[in-house]
């Protein structure tokens, strides 16, 4: 590093807490900088094959904002952790301790939530694309035992929305339904290709709808996961790119991706794509699918951390 050590430029104070992910064809940056208030390093991944690191630290007056699916009232911050760690779909949490500003909100503790399986950001249709998973995909299931997921064709179920997720096909929503710890039963349109996951514990109202496909999740038991081998003609994944390499066919492109460990989906430009200029590319992607708050803020008398059962 050369030169001396200078202060974040004010815009940048909006940024505090952001964790930019880098990388170069040789492994090394190509610019080193001093710069005050930021920490910079190299992956581990050739030092190890944890999956999940323990991270047993809490974090005084840091708000994980987001991400929110049960509260409950504890003693302190240590029973707020104890109560994310035994509880299978929390991944970290937020305490707000006896001195936070709103009495009535003192003792709470906030479990939150972070995907285990990539949620594609954007799907779309697309004349000339090939879209698919990776066969390597590891889908965490709370259970041993082998189960099929429960579908029910051109229907649709009513109500309030937990959330509307891009999703490429009923089993893809299935197992975002399954991964959400608030999901009770989900919808899928097959038009828009888009996920309705609902959170009713009360009841399930369905009507018949063509191109609707509606499911339950399997919170329970280790659900199929022959979704990730379907290769989808006509539907594209924008974004996301880790790179892009130029291959002859679909099959190729599922294959560079099989064998990458940094790729969980693709897209492949086939050689009639009206996109004469991105013909034969096969785009390498990834998205973020480890304990990861959508938001880390500064918040007086709070204090939070992850869950540990990842340090047994």
Not at 140 to 147: F, G, I, L, P, R
Not at 208 to 214: M, R, T, V
Not at 239 to 248: A, C, K, T
Request: charged share 20%; proline share 6%.
């Amino acid at each position: 590093m050369g030169g001396s050590a200078v202060s974040l430029h004010p815009l940048l104070w909006s940024r505090h807490f952001y964790c930019y992910l880098k990388t170069t064809p040789s492994g090394q940056p190509n610019v080193q900088t001093l710069l005050q208030g930021v920490t910079s390093g190299f992956s581990l991944k050739p030092c190890t094959t944890e999956l999940e690191p323990c991270l047993p630290k809490v974090y005084n007056n840091l708000d994980f904002a987001g991400a929110d699916y049960r509260s409950l009232f504890t003693a302190d911050h240590e029973e707020c952790q104890r109560a994310c760690t035994q509880d299978p779909g929390c991944q970290f949490f937020t305490y707000l301790n006896e001195f936070f500003t709103t009495e009535t909100l003192r003792y709470k503790c906030h479990l939150k939530f972070s995907w285990s399986i990539p949620v594609t950001p954007i799907v779309e249709k697309q004349t000339g694309v090939v879209s698919g998973f990776s066969h390597n995909i590891q889908v965490t299931q709370q259970s041993d035992t082998a189960c099929e997921g429960k579908l029910f064709t051109n229907t649709a179920t009513l109500g309030k929305d937990l959330m509307v997720l891009p999703a490429v096909s009923p089993g893809h929503c299935q197992a975002l339904c399954s991964d959400h710890p608030s999901c009770t039963y989900f919808s899928f349109d097959s038009y828009n290709l888009r996920c309705n996951l609902k959170d009713n514990k009360n009841e399930r109202v369905t009507v018949a709808k063509k191109g609707k496909i509606s499911g339950l999740p399997a919170h329970f038991c280790q659900v199929v996961v022959d979704w990730v081998k379907v290769a989808h003609k006509g539907v594209e994944f924008p974004g996301s790119d880790i790179r892009f390499e130029l291959v002859d066919d679909a099959d190729i492109c599922q294959r560079k991706c099989n064998e990458d460990p940094t790729c969980q989906f693709y897209s492949y430009i086939k050689k009639t794509s009206p996109r004469r200029d991105y013909r034969r590319r096969c785009y390498l992607k990834r998205a973020i699918t480890m304990s990861a708050p959508p938001r880390i803020t500064k918040l007086a008398n709070v204090v939070s951390g992850f869950q540990l059962r990842t340090c047994v």
